[in-house]
């Protein structure tokens, strides 16, 4: 299923299309190392969609962020651990926003990671 009928929200004052693309060049990069993959790529979607209220919007884009920024708790260059930290913001937003989470964001996500090459996460 496409998630085309999806208008990513956005306002004139705020940017998105720089945590877009670091979003897409580090997930590409790091794909075979991140088993929350599907998760992760849900979130974005579900953070994208203009369905989406604003405050689970705030809080999934701030665990995208979190995701993308070069510095955080545990470096994602160690092996093993280093997505751990960005795992568990994860884990901890998901869990306070899974009902805005839809089977069509699962659906996207699943899409997302064929065209990519990956079915990590599964």
Same mark, same amino acid.
């Given at each position: 299923?496409? %998630?085309?009928?999806?208008? *990513?929200?956005?306002?004139?004052?705020?940017?998105?299309?720089?945590?877009? @693309?670091? *979003?897409?060049?580090?997930?590409?990069?790091?794909?075979?190392?991140?088993? %929350?993959?599907?998760?992760?790529?849900?979130?974005?979607?579900?953070? %994208?969609?203009?369905?989406?209220?604003?405050?689970?919007?705030?809080?999934? #884009?701030?665990?995208?962020?979190? %995701? #993308?920024?070069?510095? !955080?708790?545990?470096?994602? #260059?160690?092996?093993?651990?280093? *997505?751990?930290?960005?795992?568990?913001?994860?884990?901890?937003?998901?869990?306070? #926003?899974?009902?805005?989470?839809?089977?069509?964001? @699962? !659906?996207?996500?699943?899409?997302?990671?064929? @065209?990519?090459?990956?079915?990590?996460?599964?």
């Amino acid at each position: 299923m496409s %998630f085309a009928r999806a208008a *990513f929200w956005s306002r004139d004052d705020i940017d998105h299309s720089a945590l877009r @693309r670091r *979003f897409w060049r580090k997930l590409g990069a790091g794909l075979a190392r991140i088993p %929350f993959a599907e998760d992760l790529l849900a979130a974005y979607y579900c953070a %994208f969609d203009r369905d989406t209220p604003l405050h689970v919007k705030g809080a999934l #884009v701030g665990a995208l962020a979190y %995701f #993308v920024l070069p510095m !955080d708790a545990i470096p994602d #260059v160690l092996p093993v651990i280093g *997505f751990t930290d960005d795992a568990a913001v994860l884990a901890a937003t998901l869990k306070l #926003v899974a009902d805005h989470i839809t089977p069509l964001h @699962r !659906d996207a996500a699943r899409d997302a990671l064929n @065209r990519l090459g990956g079915t990590f996460g599964r």
